[in-house]
């Protein structure tokens, strides 16, 4: 076998060792990047399991803060609203008491006023029962010349309160046209009275 023969397969198999070793080396890479592309997907899906529940342990604060806030503001004008309520309450309380107290006084001063107008109705019957004796013991004469001053009305209600005697010698003393004009007041003031038949029974 010649030198040259000798040198080519020397090389060849130099070549075929360098060969064999640098698809060792490329399959070990291979190899190894696949176990970084494994663990880099495992350690992903571990941290989004983990961003997950935490994300499920605790939740965003920011909705709950937004509803405490608004709870909070309602709180505060249902507050105020009531505190309005109460000052309207307390106003319409302290103005029925105003009025209690008025119509209270109205009441009283009713029954001082009932009181003092039985005094001053009695007081004028009174009156005018010693002015109708005064009349009927003055002189018919006398009393006729004051009556023919009198509203033909006016002195007709004296005339009823007088005796039946006094008061016809008392018309019998005045002008024929005032006597006239007093007896026909005194017969129309109970024109309608009910009257009565003879025999009939008066009570039910």
């Excluded at 080519?8 to 490329?26: G, P």
């Excluded at 009927?136 to 004296?158: C, D, K, N, V, Y």
Aim: charged residues 25%.
């Amino acid at each position: 076998m010649s030198g040259a023969k000798i040198l080519r397969r020397s090389r060849w198999r130099q070549r075929s060792v360098l060969l064999v070793l640098a698809l060792a080396f490329v399959t070990s890479g291979i190899l190894r990047l696949g176990t970084m592309d494994i663990a880099w997907a495992s350690a992903t899906e571990t941290h989004d399991m983990a961003s997950d529940e935490t994300g499920l342990m605790c939740p965003t604060t920011a909705p709950l803060s937004e509803a405490l806030t608004m709870v909070h503001g309602r709180a505060e004008m249902l507050d105020q609203r009531e505190a309005e309520l109460d000052g309207r309450e307390q106003a319409i309380a302290a103005a029925q008491t105003l009025v209690e107290d008025r119509l209270a006084e109205l009441a009283d001063l009713e029954v001082r006023l009932e009181t003092l107008l039985a005094l001053s109705d009695s007081a004028a019957e009174n009156d005018l029962g010693r002015l109708t004796q005064v009349y009927e013991t003055m002189r018919p004469e006398t009393a006729a010349a004051l009556f023919e001053q009198m509203e033909p009305s006016f002195a007709a209600g004296f005339l009823a309160r007088m005796r039946p005697e006094a008061g016809a010698a008392l018309l019998a003393e005045m002008p024929p046209e005032t006597a006239y004009s007093i007896s026909v007041l005194m017969a129309t003031r109970n024109a309608s009275a009910p009257r009565f038949a003879e025999g009939d029974d008066t009570e039910n």
